[in-house]
């Protein structure tokens, strides 16, 4: 079964019984505006170029951008528009950590922290394993889910009975005043 014969209008060639094909008739990209920043492409709002494999199977369905026509230019501009817009009475960066720093310490100033220990005998005061810095980080970071360095504990040392502590932070509130963390060391049952 050898075969071997061209047709060249069609850029039909056969050889050995292999059709190989000429250049594609449609075009294999195009253009999309992006609806979200999409890595190693562009911003959100550009205009790129990519192939149309890749814009069907990857952009359209994650909803990352939308075909380039008259209609979706404009949308989009009066869309830049309103979030411009909407844009100039959003905070600074600078205000917008501070708003998120205050949130945090009334968190920690306002809610008690709860530590459980074991105590050497029943009915005694004094806890089998000392309290320290880094559980009392670990605890904070699991009930208030805030990530607290050790170096802002100001703690003289281990705490080795259990009760109630006012544990001072080295953070300064203003006018001299500072913030402390209420921790309950309870036994555990």
Do not use: W
Not at 13 to 36: C, E, T, W, Y
């Amino acid at each position: 079964m050898l075969q071997c014969f061209f047709r060249t209008p069609g850029r039909t060639v056969v050889l050995f019984g292999q059709q190989v094909r000429g250049l594609k008739r449609a075009p294999r990209s195009l253009n999309v505006i992006l609806k979200k920043d999409v890595a190693k492409l562009g911003l959100a709002g550009t205009e790129v170029c990519v192939n149309q494999g890749f814009a069907r199977n990857n952009l359209y369905p994650k909803q990352e951008a939308v075909p380039s026509t008259a209609a979706n230019r404009e949308a989009y501009i009066q869309e830049s528009q309103a979030v411009a817009a909407a844009g100039a009475n959003k905070p600074s960066p600078k205000e917008s950590k501070q708003m998120q720093l205050a949130v945090v310490l009334k968190k920690l100033l306002r809610t008690p922290l709860v530590v459980r220990q074991k105590v050497e005998e029943e009915g005694s005061q004094s806890l089998a394993e000392p309290v320290t810095g880094p559980m009392i980080c670990d605890a904070v970071a699991r009930q208030m889910q805030v990530q607290l360095a050790e170096e802002l504990l100001d703690l003289p040392g281990p705490i080795v009975e259990h009760g109630e502590y006012n544990i001072n932070l080295r953070i300064k509130l203003g006018e001299g005043a500072r913030a402390r963390l209420l921790v309950n060391v309870l036994p555990v049952a």
